[in-house]
Every structure is written in structure tokens, then in C-alpha cells.
């Protein structure tokens, strides 16, 4: 195992999440001030629902990233283009074919209207073309990424998300000097940038990595089976984060109002930094398990894991931290005062070190190809997570705390499962591997 590459990139990785960060806190209150209060939370539906097609690829671009990782390893580089042209062309049908579904099937049923996102000056419907247009873009071009963590290079995609951040930054300032509020101008901006950041990134990739670029004719049915059969499983997992991840915002804007979807969008968002911090540090350790699982060095292995729990352990201590700072925080950063409950606070904090113990042990079970215990348990989280926070929000009357109480819930089933499945697994592998125990 390459352990100085993969230090390094955590090192780029931390090194620019602090920066991100900062840019985070600055933009967000920028968006908030210029669309307002209502707006805003329509916007961050709206962001909900379009990152939804960036888990409809069937699993493809998680099973490029371990046969990728795989073909590297070997210096296999033929095999490697093989399978990142299969992807690419594979993901560009994939992406025409939802366009089309999407927008059509949004606009027949009039989703604008159940989710509470009509405003009388904003045609939301046509934002959400917009904007899923660029995100189907995005979707292919997003590639890259897959290809950065398969070469260990998760530093790239940091730097670049920075510049994004900075530049999403001035363009908001002057947005807002040129505009009155505008769901269309933010939506137009939003997916301008980020479709910058991926055609830069592709070209910073494929610089001197000719294996990475895409060719039509190296495309083939072939390759294309083993993306699918290894990225089937990946699919189920990527449905049920979504379920998880992105159902909550719709649910609150359905039961509440769009209003109400603001400052719960705040907390979460804050809290989330913890678990953006955490995936810096184990997203690139994906594609390195999978190395390590090739080479049988379950040394490796091990130190890491341990390691990784140590880093989780910090990381939570952060939060906890939060919980009592939090308010007096948001009340400087966003110049205004909005509702936060004591106990949705607490609840998204817990939320969040689950979602990183969970995340820990899901990236090493995916890195070594052993993830069918984590789609039965994912399958399982995905059917009980929108009951359970119904009952919790409405027929417990908690509100917004029922809602997030409820994805708790779900979650708590892999932060007991998942780390037994994997030292299970760490202890089957040492006995066939002849490594001691």
C-alpha cells in the first residue's frame, strides 16, 4: 500500500476543508439574505430533489471506482479505459433518460404544487428543468471524481471544490447587486459553477492520465457487466442515503410549510460539517481498503480501521461541543434570529456521530466488495425511515424533531450491525490470509 499517497491526500483534504468551511458559512448567509426566508427553503428542496439523480446510475460509478482501483493496482492501464469508457457511456444514456422522465413526470403531476414551492413571481417548474439539466450534466462529468478516488488523488477534487466555493461566493454578491430575489438567477448560477468545477476537474484528471480519458471504442457490453453486477449493490445503498439523506427537507415543506424547512435546513447544515470533515478522511480510504483487500495486507487494514475510529471519536467530541454553541453561533452568522428547538439540536447532533461511526464501517465494506449485509440493512432503513418520522413528527407531535428522530432511528441499526459484519469479516480474511488475529 502506497500509505505516503493516501496521507498526503488526507493532508490536501484537511488541509482545504477548514477553508471550506469558512466559505461555507459565508455563503450561506449571503443566499438566505438575498432570497429571503421562504425562498430559501424552497432552494434547499429544490437542491434535495435534483441531487436524487446523482444516485440513479445504477451503481455504476461506485463499481468503476473499485475495478478501477483494482486495474491501477495491477498497472493494467488498458483494462482501466475499458471500464472508465463503458462508464462514461453508460452514465451519458442514463442522464438523457432522466431528463426526460424527470421533467415530464414533474410537471404532469404538478409537484410543485405538493411539495409547497409555489411562490407568485417564480415558475418553479421551469427552475427545476434548469436545474436538472445541469445536473444531468454533472452526472457525467462527475466521472472524474470516481477516477480521483480510484488514483488516490481525493486532494484534486478538493482544491477545485474550493475555487467552486469562492467563486459561487462572488457571483452571489454580485448577483445580489444586480437582482431581486431570484430562485431562477440562483438556480442558473448554481449549476453554471458546478459544471465548471467538474470540466475543470475532468481536465486536471486525464492531464498526463491518458487511461482516464473516454473512448467511444473502448466502450463495450464486456465491461459493462461487471460495473453492473459489483454497482447493483452499490445502487441499493445509493437509494436508501437518498431516502435517509434527502427526505426530510420534503417531508417538513409538506407537513409545515417551505418556511419551516429554514432553520432546520440551518442546524443540519451546520451539523453536517462534522460529517464533511470525517468523509474527507474516508473517502479516499475506499479505494485504499480495496488495494490492501488485493494485496492480502491486513495489517494495513487494521492499523487504519483503528485509526479511523480514533479520528471519529475526536470529530464527535466536536459535536458535542456544538450542541452548546450553537445558538449564540448562528445568531452572529446569519444576523438574524430564527427558532431553533433545544431538542432538534441535540437530536441532529446524535444524528451525526451515528451517521459517522456508520460511514466508517459502510466505506470499508464497500471497499472490499462486501456490502450485501449493508444493502439488507440499508433496504430495511430505506421501507421504516419515512413511517417512522411521520408517526414521531405528527402523530407524536414533535414536529421537526419527530422527523429527524426518526432517520436516527434507522441509523442506529447500522452503527450496531456494521462494525460486526466487519471485524467478522476482518477475522475470516486474517485466518485465509495466514495473518494472525
Avoid at 24 to 38: A, H, K, R, S, W
Avoid at 323 to 338: G, M, S
Wanted: glycine share 6%.
Amino acid at each position: 500500500m502506497d500509505s505516503k499517497t493516501v496521507l498526503k491526500n488526507i493532508g490536501i483534504s484537511m488541509l482545504m476543508k477548514p477553508v471550506s468551511m469558512v466559505l461555507n458559512l459565508i455563503y450561506t448567509p449571503l443566499v438566505l439574505g438575498y432570497l429571503g426566508d421562504i425562498k430559501y427553503g424552497i432552494w434547499a428542496i429544490i437542491l434535495n430533489i435534483i441531487s436524487w439523480i446523482n444516485y440513479f446510475d445504477v451503481g455504476i460509478g461506485n463499481g468503476l471506482r473499485n475495478k478501477l482501483s483494482e486495474k491501477i493496482s495491477l498497472n493494467d492501464h488498458e483494462g482501466a479505459n475499458k471500464y472508465v469508457s463503458t462508464a462514461y457511456l453508460s452514465t451519458s444514456f442514463i442522464s438523457s433518460i432522466f431528463f426526460i422522465i424527470i421533467v415530464l413526470v414533474w410537471c404532469l403531476f404538478d409537484f410543485s404544487d405538493f411539495f409547497n414551492l409555489q411562490v407568485a413571481d417564480e415558475n418553479t417548474n421551469a427552475i427545476i428543468a434548469i436545474s436538472v439539466c445541469f445536473v444531468c450534466v454533472n452526472f457525467v462529468l462527475s466521472l472524474s471524481k470516481t477516477s480521483a478516488y480510484a488514483i488516490q488523488q481525493p486532494g484534486m477534487i478538493s482544491v477545485v471544490g474550493v475555487v467552486g466555493q469562492a467563486l459561487q461566493i462572488v457571483t452571489i454578491l454580485i448577483v445580489s447587486k444586480l437582482f431581486s430575489p431570484s430562485l431562477l438567477v440562483v438556480a442558473i448560477m448554481y449549476g453554471t459553477i458546478s459544471l465548471i468545477e467538474s470540466i475543470v476537474l475532468y481536465l486536471i484528471i486525464t492531464h498526463h492520465r491518458t487511461y482516464l480519458v473516454p473512448r467511444l471504442k473502448n466502450a463495450s457490453k464486456e465491461y459493462f457487466k461487471p460495473l453492473i453486477t459489483l454497482g447493483l449493490g452499490f445502487f441499493v445503498l445509493q437509494i436508501c442515503s437518498l431516502v435517509l439523506n434527502t427526505t426530510d427537507n420534503l417531508l417538513i415543506s409538506n407537513l409545515y410549510g417551505s418556511a419551516a424547512v429554514t432553520p432546520y435546513d440551518i442546524v443540519y447544515k451546520v451539523f453536517y460539517m462534522s460529517v464533511q470533515v470525517h468523509g474527507i478522511i474516508i473517502m479516499p480510504i475506499w479505494s485504499a481498503y480495496t488495494a490492501a483487500a488485493a494485496q492480502k495486507d491486513m495489517g494495513w487494514i487494521k492499523n487504519t480501521m483503528k485509526r479511523l475510529n480514533q479520528v471519529t471519536v475526536l470529530i464527535s467530541a466536536g459535536v458535542i461541543i456544538g450542541i452548546f454553541v450553537f445558538k449564540p453561533f448562528a445568531r452572529i452568522w446569519l444576523h438574524k434570529d430564527l427558532e431553533y428547538s433545544n431538542t432538534l439540536i441535540l437530536i441532529i447532533a446524535i444524528y451525526m456521530i451515528a451517521t459517522m461511526i456508520g460511514n466508517s464501517y459502510s466505506s470499508f465494506l464497500c471497499g472490499v466488495g462486501h456490502i450485501k449485509a449493508s444493502v439488507i440493512i440499508s433496504g430495511i432503513g430505506a421501507v421504516i425511515n419515512i413511517p417512522c418520522s411521520i408517526y414521531f413528527s405528527r402523530d407524536c407531535g414533535m414536529g421537526q424533531v419527530g422527523i429527524i428522530l426518526g432517520s436516527l432511528v434507522v441509523m442506529m441499526i447500522s452503527v450496531f450491525v456494521l462494525p460486526a459484519i466487519s471485524y467478522k469479516w476482518i477475522s475470516q480474511k486474517s485466518k485465509e490470509w495466514g495473518c494472525e488475529t
